[in-house]
């Protein structure tokens, strides 16, 4: 199992342009997550999923969207970047339930110029 | 308002010197807190979770008890392979519940 994959692992993007961080895992897990992760600051929640067609917003949302259409793929858009969503960004799925263990993956490192 | 607060920001060990880091909480009731590990460049790596005052884990060199206000991780006759990035979570019971309040992290250097 490759667990948790993100790509692109690192972009850089212009203020204004738009693009989607991939996220997919191989575990059959029902829940999926976005968080980002600031210098200083600890892990906040974008968006979450608890199966395919469902997602709900976390504690950061503005300026982010998903989509949930596979159990497998849980892709985050960016529209519009900004320098404030300049960040590590991190996919993360759980089996139980919201918030139990869950298994992240390596994350993408975005810089918003 | 709910929050974490780890302490010390940052740890610097000789390999075989035991010590513990502090998570601690206030949240309007405990769902559970959770520790994890994060190396440089990599998400963050499950360790364990922990539901009420009194409980305790063990992992290899870890462990990590609970409290009604904090959580200690405490590291007994750490290795350099120890050294990253310790964040303490948790999960309230009222208002959202889908919401997990991470900490900051403990930055932990072993040095042989």
């Known amino acids: 199992n490759a667990g948790v994959t993100q790509t692109p692992k690192f972009r850089i993007l212009k203020i204004g342009q738009s693009m989607t961080l991939q996220c997919t895992q191989d575990?059959?897990?029902?829940?999926m997550y976005w968080y980002r992760q600031d210098p200083g600051m600890g892990l906040k929640l974008i968006y979450y999923?608890?199966?395919?067609?469902?997602?709900d917003k976390g504690e950061v949302p503005n300026g982010y969207n998903v989509s949930r259409s596979t159990t497998e793929d849980f892709p985050l858009r960016l529209e519009l970047a900004a320098p404030s969503q300049t960040s590590v960004y991190f996919c993360?799925?759980?089996?139980?339930?919201?918030?139990?263990?869950?298994?992240f993956g390596q994350g993408t490192r975005l810089t918003v110029v | 308002e709910d929050q974490v607060t780890q302490s010390p920001e940052a740890l610097r060990l000789q390999e075989g010197e035991s010590s513990s880091l502090n998570c601690s909480y206030t949240?309007?009731?405990?769902?559970?807190l959770f520790w994890y590990r994060q190396d440089p460049g990599k998400g963050p790596e499950f360790l364990f979770t922990?539901?009420?005052a009194g409980e305790e884990k063990e992992k290899e060199r870890l462990k990590a008890t609970l409290t009604k206000k904090e959580s200690f991780l405490h590291i007994t006759a750490p290795k350099p392979e120890d050294s990253a990035t310790y964040l303490c979570?948790?999960?309230?019971?009222?208002?959202?519940?889908?919401?997990?309040?991470f900490g900051t992290g403990t930055l932990l250097a072993v040095q042989p």
């Open positions: 575990m059959n897990h029902n829940y």
């Open positions: 922990l539901y009420s």
């Open positions: 999923s608890v199966g395919a067609g469902i997602t």
């Open positions: 979570a948790v999960q309230a019971s009222g208002g959202a519940t889908n919401k997990l309040i």
């Open positions: 993360a799925s759980s089996y139980w339930g919201l918030n139990t263990e869950a298994f």
């Open positions: 949240v309007s009731g405990l769902r559970g």
